[in-house]
């Protein structure tokens, strides 16, 4: 892992309180995280916020950032475990809700062939969810994704294993026709 002297010009300026220097960063790794984000919740609102957080997150702790990683692998790292904690809390609300509410019995209209597939990864556990997204919508090697997920690399194998054959399943019916 090398970062460029631009970069660590960067991170370095940032560590001493220079915001204009972070800037640079966040417009640098806005559109990664964002699309990290997205994956993870299935919302724009949601990912939008958790993209902020990560990035406040980021900036309250980079004194900790020493360089013994890829600087967007660290923020890797900070969005996956905010996206983490958002599911907890999302499901802890939901159950909340479902004491509340009746569900609906009304079926949703069938829906894009994109749509379903971001339905089926939601259904996903979110750390096998977590796996899929950093590797195959990130490219992630499987050692970059178990160091950003603070797992095993086997760890990462088996859960994009164990996810495939349940988007396999999830997926079954789907129809390359419907996008049309």
């Known amino acids: 892992m090398v970062l460029s002297d631009e970069e660590t010009s960067l991170i370095r300026a940032s560590q001493k309180g220079d915001h204009k220097a972070f800037e640079v960063l966040i417009q640098r790794y806005q559109q990664m995280i964002h699309a990290l984000t997205f994956r993870m919740t299935g919302g724009m609102s949601d990912a939008e916020d958790l ?20 600087f967007s692998s ?5 969005a996956v475990n905010r996206c983490l904690n958002w599911r907890k809390q999302s ?16 079926e949703p209209e069938q829906e894009g062939v994109g749509q379903r597939i971001q339905e089926a990864l939601m259904k996903l556990n979110p750390k096998q969810r977590a ?34 054959a349940k988007l396999k399943t999830l997926l079954k019916n789907l129809n390359v026709e419907e996008a049309t």
Not at 74 to 78: A, D, G, K
Not at 97 to 102: D, I, M, S
């Open 91 to 106: 499901l802890r609300r939901q159950r909340l809700h479902e004491k509340w509410e009746p569900e609906p019995s009304a």
């Open 74 to 78: 660290w923020l890797y790292q900070i």
């Open 131 to 164: 796996a899929v997204v950093l590797t195959t919508y990130d490219g992630l090697s499987h050692a970059e994704a178990a160091k950003t997920l603070g797992c095993s690399e086997t760890t990462v194998s088996w859960r994009l294993f164990t996810a495939r």
């Open 51 to 70: 993209a902020q957080e990560t990035f406040i997150h980021a900036y309250q702790q980079l004194e900790k950032f020493r360089g013994e990683a890829k």
